[in-house]
């Protein structure tokens, strides 16, 4: 059989079936960009390649996946962070004109050019450290206009880099000042003006919403996901972060790909994710940079057999993390998750929470051949280790 690379003498996670998919003894061969062979070496067809790479024995996996990221806006918050050392809560920090709306005012001030390249270095340091795919969200625009030159930025960091990149529109995520006491009326405005137009260009592949008490209601969310069901997009939402708003129970209603955050989530919420399959994403990065203790409630999740994402939910005001291998190492110590809850989390469940599981996320014929290869004695590794990267190479397409 004919490929065009041909990864042998290596150590697999493949991702697939119990576990971890783990051969001691495997081969990965690619044809056109698409894995033709990911398994053991003696159960591989016999390939004349074009190219042949020794891997002496590194440990092979899929491609990091980061399903959960800020990474489009302007300016940073690093006062706020000053503030919230010295006691104030991420509630009175936005209440008082921080939050969500100061960084409005600088991305609505950035052009796009400079959206790309304020957000290519945070991009690069996940590219370093094996992600082959990235979700990008809006919300930091809160206008139409601006909305639209954020998503136009996060589809171009995808043509500047080699990476997957998959939008969201955000639109519902804060009130925007010129709103002010009109909730409803904004929301009217995301649902008649923005996504239409949003998605007549193309330029979003899921819509999310932040249903919480600084947020929107559960009836507003419901009525942004209407009109994200009109419009053929998929859907994904910020959920139960600060308080239980059964955000994840309505989301789970219009079949989520995902609920994120989660902290504050009710056995109700658990059950009605695992009986849509929406995946459960977790951001221990905002965990940590909050100082939050209410754990989410991964026994109920593991339990009910939903599946379970990690992200580090890349932003300027809450998680200004972009190491996936410090977010597994988060979601080992303080979300108490296992090492193959986290590699699973950061690949196969992150590419279900953004509904791309038939193209990435594992190791098999057909998908992308999106790999990273590392210089690891196991894989427990990546997870175990704080502040190291031992990425030997990442491999987009077969490139």
Request: with cysteine; hydrophobic share 45%; glycine share 10%.
């Amino acid at each position: 059989m004919r490929c065009d690379r041909l990864w042998r003498n290596a150590r697999l996670a493949t991702m697939t079936g119990p576990g971890l998919g783990l051969v001691e003894i495997g081969l990965v061969a690619s044809r056109g960009g698409t894995i033709v062979h990911a398994g053991a070496e003696q159960d591989a067809p016999s390939f004349e390649a074009d190219e042949t790479i020794d891997c002496e024995g590194r440990w092979i996996t899929p491609g990091l996946i980061d399903c959960h990221t800020h990474l489009v806006h302007g300016g940073n918050r690093a006062r706020e962070f000053e503030m919230r050392l010295a006691g104030a809560s991420y509630e009175e920090i936005a209440r008082a004109g921080g939050g969500i709306v100061s960084t409005m005012q600088a991305t609505r001030a950035a052009s796009e050019d400079e959206l790309v390249e304020s957000a290519l270095p945070r991009l690069d340091a996940m590219i370093a450290e094996g992600v082959t795919a990235v979700e990008i969200k809006s919300g930091y625009g809160l206008d139409t206009d601006s909305e639209i030159r954020m998503l136009r930025a996060a589809r171009r960091l995808g043509d500047e880099r080699r990476i997957r990149v998959a939008t969201t529109f955000l639109g519902a995520h804060a009130l925007p000042p010129e709103h002010a006491g009109d909730a409803d009326g904004y929301i009217a405005r995301v649902v008649d003006e923005m996504i239409p137009e949003i998605a007549r260009l193309g330029l979003a592949d899921a819509v999310d919403a932040f249903c919480e008490g600084i947020g929107f209601t559960a009836s507003q969310t419901a009525r942004v996901f209407e009109a994200a069901t009109k419009a053929g997009l998929p859907i994904k939402l910020h959920a139960e972060q600060l308080s239980n708003q059964h955000g994840a129970a309505l989301a789970a209603e219009y079949g989520a790909l995902s609920a994120d955050h989660l902290e504050h989530l009710d056995e109700a919420g658990v059950a009605a994710m695992a009986r849509a399959g929406t995946v459960a994403t977790l951001l221990p990065g905002a965990f940590y940079f909050m100082r939050e203790t209410r754990l989410p409630p991964v026994e109920a999740l593991r339990t009910a057999g939903v599946k379970i994402a990690l992200a580090t939910d890349c932003n300027p005001g809450t998680s200004p993390l972009t190491s996936p291998l410090l977010t597994m190492n988060m979601g080992a110590t303080m979300f108490r998750l296992t090492v193959e809850e986290c590699l699973l989390g950061i690949t196969r469940h992150a590419a279900a929470a953004l509904g791309l599981l038939h193209e990435i996320g594992t190791l098999e014929a057909g998908k992308r051949c999106d790999l990273a290869i590392w210089d690891v004695e196991h894989p427990a590794e990546l997870v175990y280790r704080m502040g190291f990267n031992p990425l030997h190479a990442r491999i987009w397409s077969g490139r």
